[in-house]
């Protein structure tokens, strides 16, 4: 009788853990390559999560607390903005480039446009302190948050020390960030097999088209190489940007910037480093009609890309199924609740 009680015991006991398993922190999708990120060296926790989510919508980090995160970079546009080409600032100070998304940021080992910043956890420092973003110095930020009541509590909870610092600030801010994986479009669907999905013929014929023009460079499943490429737009005359050789003062890298994913990219127009195309069409008659020779062009770009205005249609059609409603629609990426 005794055995059967055990027994009994324990599979309501393993039927407990498996409805109560916890969810996971981050999603690290099986087909994916492994993550860049060392997360050993600032791992993952809920509360730190939360604070770090707090901190990307609160306002608190500028100078004029007019301006958070979230200012330039909404969680419903795959975490940027859409209504200018460059970012603006405190006291609507112009940017002079367009804000990126921020999605599966654990898998990118170099931040911005130019590669400035090599590691996610002190990427938010660049913004906050920007004259042109942000404003303020990441001491005084700390000051503003140390004199919170809300703030002690967070930081208490997060790393069991109420008193803020620049280091926990950016590493909270960095764990948020890094939950921000976005793997559930209609494309990762069809790669996953699942029952019911598949492309219909214009999508698949994007595919195609996509594998053979694209792929290179917005390579699967990421859908960027993470590497710095001229991609043949001529140089603004006004804002002069050099580009990745801004950084490295290598003329070998001039008018190179980050090749940026493709995921969620219907809605997160405009789009190239300065905001310059408002729509697909016409990014996809800069690549058809319009790329600028220059030296350090990328090679698959030395001549224009042959496209019909079908296939620009079927590639289209194809990009929008890399459009993740879950990930965009997620309530734990959104604006925290008081």
């Known amino acids: 009788m005794m055995r059967y009680l055990f027994i009994s015991f324990c599979l309501i006991a393993v039927l407990v853990a498996f409805r109560f398993k916890p969810e996971p922190l981050i999603t690290i999708p099986h087909n994916w390559p492994k993550p860049s990120y060392n ?17 990307f919508y609160d306002p608190v980090l500028s100078r004029n607390d007019q301006i958070s995160c979230a200012s330039c970079h909404l969680n419903a546009t795959s975490f940027t903005h859409i209504d200018h080409a460059l970012s603006h600032g405190i006291e609507d100070r112009i940017g002079t480039r367009n804000s990126p998304v921020l999605i599966n940021l ?5 931040f911005m446009w130019d590669g400035s910043v090599n590691h996610l ?3 938010a420092l660049a913004p906050i302190e920007n004259p042109l973003e942000m404003d303020l110095k ?22 069991r020390d109420s008193t803020a610092t620049g ?9 948020f960030m890094l939950t921000l994986v976005s793997n559930n479009a209609k494309y990762d669907k069809v790669m996953r097999k699942e029952k019911g ?3 219909n013929e214009n999508e698949q014929k994007g595919y195609e088209l996509f594998k053979i023009n694209c792929a290179s460079c917005h390579t699967e499943p990421l859908f960027t190489s993470g590497k710095f490429e001229n991609n043949g737009l001529e140089p603004d005359s006004l804002l002069k940007d050099m580009g990745r050789m801004g950084i ?21 127009y405009p789009y190239m480093h300065d905001g310059r195309y408002k729509s697909l069409q016409m990014v ?31 590639l289209i059609a194809f990009l929008k199924t890399l459009t993740d409603r879950d990930f965009l629609k997620n309530p734990k990426f959104a604006y925290p609740k008081p």
């Open 106 to 110: 654990a898998w990118s080992t170099s």
């Open 39 to 55: 997360f050993k060296k600032n791992p993952l926790n809920k509360n730190t999560i939360a604070l770090g989510r707090q901190l």
């Open 138 to 159: 990441i001491a005084d930020a700390v000051n503003k948050l140390k004199s919170s009541k809300k703030y002690r509590a967070l930081f208490y909870d997060a790393f």
């Open 284 to 314: 996809l008659f800069h690549y058809s009609s319009g790329i600028h020779q220059s030296k350090t062009l990328a090679k698959q770009l030395t001549e224009n890309i042959p496209l019909t205005e079908q296939d620009k249609r079927d």
């Open 248 to 268: 490295t003062k290598k003329s070998a890298d001039s008018l190179k910037f980050k090749v940026p994913t493709l995921r969620n990219c219907e809605l997160s």
């Open 121 to 123: 956890d002190v990427q």
């Open 197 to 199: 999905v598949s492309f």
């Open 167 to 175: 280091e926990h600030t950016l590493k909270a801010l960095s764990q």
